[in-house]
C-alpha cells in the first residue's frame, strides 16, 4: 500500500484481479483466506506499470518488504564497514582499560580508537555509547585525580571522599 495514492490503488486493483485473480501471488490464498490483498510493487518506478505489481495478502507483503530492507542495509558499505570495524574498537577499547589498571582517558579512547580502528571521532563515540549504557561493561566518563575524563570498567570505579 505505501507508495500509491487511493486514486492509484483503485485504478491498479481491478486490472490486477483481472489478470491475476483476487488471490495471494505468493501463498497463494485467496482474499477470503487472508482478509486483504495489497499491491506491492515489485520494483519502485515511474510512470506505474501494472506489469511492475502484483497482489500480495499482507503476510507476505510484509516479508518481503522486510528482506529488501535487510538486504539493502546489509549491503551498503557503511554497515559492511560498521561489521568489520565495530569489534576492533571494541577490542582495542578493552586492551587499553586493561593496560592501565581498569580505566583510561575517555578523550583518549576516542581519538587513539579512530585512528587506529580508521574510524571518525563521532563513529568512536557511537560505538563507546552502547558500551557506557547502564546494560554496558563500562561506566559513564567520570573526572580522574588530574581532572581527566576517565571510562572505568564497571566494579572498578574508585571511590572518593
Known amino acids: 500500500m505505501g507508495n500509491l495514492s487511493k486514486k492509484e490503488r483503485d485504478r491498479f486493483y481491478p486490472l490486477l484481479v483481472h489478470r491475476d485473480g483476487e488471490i495471494c501471488q505468493l501463498c497463494r490464498k485467496t482474499i477470503e483466506e487472508s482478509g486483504m490483498l495489497v499491491i506491492h510493487e515489485i520494483k519502485y518506478e515511474r510512470p506505474l506499470s501494472n506489469d511492475n505489481m502484483k497482489l500480495l495478502c499482507l503476510s507476505c507483503n510484509r516479508k518481503l518488504t522486510s528482506k529488501a530492507l535487510n538486504i539493502q542495509r546489509d549491503g551498503s558499505p557503511e554497515y559492511k564497514k560498521n561489521i568489520e570495524k565495530e569489534p ?74
Open 88 to 161: 576492533l574498537f571494541r577490542k582495542f577499547v578493552t586492551e587499553k582499560l586493561l593496560e592501565n589498571n581498569f580505566h583510561y582517558s575517555y578523550d583518549e579512547l576516542i581519538d587513539s580508537g579512530a585512528y587506529r580502528c580508521d574510524i571518525s571521532t563521532e563513529t568512536a563515540k557511537r560505538y563507546m555509547r552502547p558500551l557506557m549504557s547502564e546494560d554496558g561493561p563500562l561506566s559513564k566518563p567520570m573526572g580522574a585525580q588530574n581532572g581527566e575524563l576517565h571510562v572505568w570498567i564497571k566494579g572498578h570505579e574508585p571511590y572518593y571522599d
